[in-house]
């Protein structure tokens, strides 16, 4: 079915396109031309081409959302995946630092805060200014 309105959905487009560069224009275009000697008058096919424009367009928008319906529900999942989901990582041991404490095999920052306490902290800085070498 989706296939099936898809390739309906493509010709309704190619041919609005046509019906689009039919039309007269300002600029000239391809215009159907000025002659009365056709099958119809310049007045008959621009109403008819106007007519047609509308009717395709129409078309057109509806089998737009008539597609993107049918996408949402082919698409759909009947159930939910869970090849992918993670288990939550079990601390079998505990690793040594070096302030003395443990710390969780998978957790790199466990003990930062602890291990910040045991480092100097250098004390500010004057404000003495320094002669500039020359």
């Known amino acids: 079915m ?3 309105l898809l390739i309906i959905q493509t010709i309704v487009a190619a ?3 046509i019906v689009i560069l039919m039309q007269r224009s300002e600029g000239g275009g391809l215009g159907v031309g000025g002659s009365s000697s056709g099958l119809m008058s310049a007045r008959g096919a621009a109403d008819f081409l106007t007519r047609a424009t509308a009717i395709l367009a129409t078309l ?3 089998l737009s959302i008539a597609l993107a319906g049918l996408a ?3 698409r759909a999942p009947s159930e939910i995946d869970a090849s992918l989901q993670r288990a939550a990582p079990a601390p ?3 690793v040594p630092l070096a302030n003395g404490g ?4 998978g957790d790199p920052l466990s003990g930062v805060a602890e291990q910040a306490g045991n480092v100097a902290v250098p004390a500010p800085a004057t404000n003495q200014s320094v002669p500039l070498a020359q």
């Open 72 to 74: 949402a529900v082919d």
């Open 102 to 105: 443990t710390a969780a095999p």
């Open 92 to 94: 079998s041991s505990t």
């Open 2 to 4: 989706f296939t099936f």
């Open 60 to 62: 057109f928008i509806v």
């Open 15 to 17: 041919a609005l396109v």
